[in-house]
């Protein structure tokens, strides 16, 4: 079989699973949501509304209706793409809210997986071009205390010290109260500010951003500084990495022209993963730090036991995933012949 069509097969492979892996998490996602203690009608009536409008909602809401009924209502709805309507915001979409939310996701797992690559590759590099000695040493300690640190904690105490205490950054939303925030173009407000241009509004954002994005950066680094040293550890012992040494090749172009290239394969992976996963995954991020993102709202959402919205945003965010992974696979494929099928 050729190059070119062991890909082909391998990308058609990828894609035939893709249904199936989104049929699991709509499945998933509505036998959980239906598990869960709690009623939706006191979410939106309060626990001391009378228990005949509650029966009247429910009935309105389709909630009386036998689990299967509701899951193939929800299906169609999901194949027609149709997530349905908010349950706490009556008459908002549930495509609505991700249109609201999502850009500032999008926006704080962008710089924080910049934050994460370059401490971490750093970090990841340094420690494995000097193995066995305490610069590899520090770089375990460091990867093993940011993987271990809880997010929540390190977010509060950051708050705490640069926020409280030093003054040095504010706290609990993306942009001041009172100042226009940038023409909405992509929703992405540094962007939108660099569109108009705008300095003022960009460093505006950038300073609303950093510290959540540094904070979760940070904590994410660790992931990226293991896979890198191991990875390049590993492939600085290679043969064909001594060969070229003993050919008087300079070190610098060893590390960047041949075993760099190697040991990146497992890092794009984790790295759209990551990606992926923060798009998705952002919850207590955002929470800790009151950012206004989908992953809070998401939140808000389960705590209030709206179960289109969760359910909405869980499936966005199950595309997502999917297909992240997906484009992974198939870079990884375009980089390395090896892993194909």
Not at 144 to 158: A, C, D, E, Q, R
Not at 190 to 197: A, K, N, P, V
Request: glycine share 8%; with cysteine; aromatic share 12%.
């Amino acid at each position: 079989m050729s190059r070119s069509s062991s890909l082909q097969y391998y990308i058609i492979a990828r894609l035939l699973l893709a249904p199936l892996m989104l049929w699991t998490i709509v499945t998933i996602v509505f036998l959980l949501l239906r598990a869960t203690p709690g009623d939706p009608t006191d979410a939106i009536l309060g626990t001391r509304a009378p228990e005949a409008a509650k029966e009247a909602l429910r009935e309105e809401l389709g909630l009386n209706a036998p689990l299967w009924v509701q899951y193939f209502k929800y299906l169609g709805q999901v194949l027609s793409f149709d997530l349905g309507s908010s349950l706490t915001s009556r008459g908002e979409s549930v495509w609505q809210v991700i249109q609201q939310y999502f850009p500032a996701t999008v926006e704080l797992a962008f710089f924080a997986i910049l934050v994460a690559i370059a401490i971490g590759m750093t970090v990841g590099i340094i420690s494995s071009l000097r193995p066995n000695t305490i610069w590899d040493l520090g770089g375990r300690l460091f990867g093993i205390i940011t993987y271990s640190l809880p997010l929540f904690w390190v977010g509060m105490i950051m708050q705490l010290v640069f926020a409280v205490q030093l003054r040095w950054f504010p706290l609990g939303t993306r942009f001041p109260i009172g100042l226009d925030t940038p023409n909405k173009i992509t929703g992405l407000y540094t962007i939108d500010s660099l569109l108009s241009f705008n300095g003022h509004q960009f460093s505006t954002s950038i300073h609303y951003l950093v510290l959540p994005c540094f904070t979760l950066g940070i904590l994410l680094s660790g992931i990226f500084e293991r896979i890198v040293r191991v990875n390049l550890k590993k492939t600085l012992q290679a043969e064909y990495v001594e060969a070229a040494r003993a050919r008087g090749i300079q070190e610098r172009k060893i590390l960047f022209s041949h075993a760099f290239k190697n040991a990146l394969i497992p890092v794009i992976t984790v790295m759209g993963l990551t990606f992926a996963a923060l798009l998705g995954g952002a919850v207590l991020t955002e929470v800790t730090f009151s950012w206004p993102g989908l992953g809070n709202r998401l939140y808000e959402a389960i705590s209030l036991r709206d179960y289109p919205t969760v359910q909405g945003i869980m499936v966005f965010f199950g595309i997502i995933v999917v297909f992240a992974s997906i484009i992974i696979d198939i870079v990884n494929a375009l980089i390395d012949p090896r892993i194909r099928y």
